[in-house]
């Protein structure tokens, strides 16, 4: 069984910066794709950042220059690094990753519960 587990959220003003975390653990093969997405209320789930194996990143432009996200493969964890935080960043985050779990077995993606993320003064 693959988990997600985000951790990192809270409530911070506007301006601060907050560090998220995505650690995947259980039976894991390979980790493809991993990503950051959110979903603010009344409002479709967008992508904010997606991470290739090879580091190679797409950044949605609303929080191009601000946010940053990185991996660490051999701890099979992301981060989502957000700086200049806007109270229209509030949202629940939530970690995904494409996984596969054994050699011959077609990759599937995952997702994590969420964490919420709240801007505010």
């Known amino acids: 069984q693959v988990q997600l587990v985000e951790s990192g959220g809270g409530l911070v003003q506007p301006g601060g910066s907050l560090r998220l975390s995505c650690a995947a653990s259980?039976?894991?093969?390979?980790?493809?794709?991993m990503g950051w997405y959110r979903q603010a209320p009344g409002k479709q789930r967008e992508m904010v950042a997606v991470?290739?194996?090879?580091?190679?990143?797409n950044v949605a432009d609303s929080v191009k220059g601000r946010f940053t996200i990185s991996r660490d493969n051999a701890k099979k964890t992301m981060y989502l690094q957000m700086n200049s935080l806007k109270p229209e960043d509030t949202a629940v985050y939530y970690c995904?990753?494409?996984?596969?779990?054994?050699?011959?077995?077609?990759?599937?993606?995952?997702w994590g519960q969420g964490t919420q993320v709240t801007v505010s003064s």
């Open positions: 259980g039976r894991i093969f390979s980790i493809y794709d």
């Open positions: 995904y990753a494409r996984i596969k779990v054994a050699l011959g077995i077609t990759s599937s993606d995952y």
């Open positions: 991470i290739a194996v090879g580091g190679s990143t």
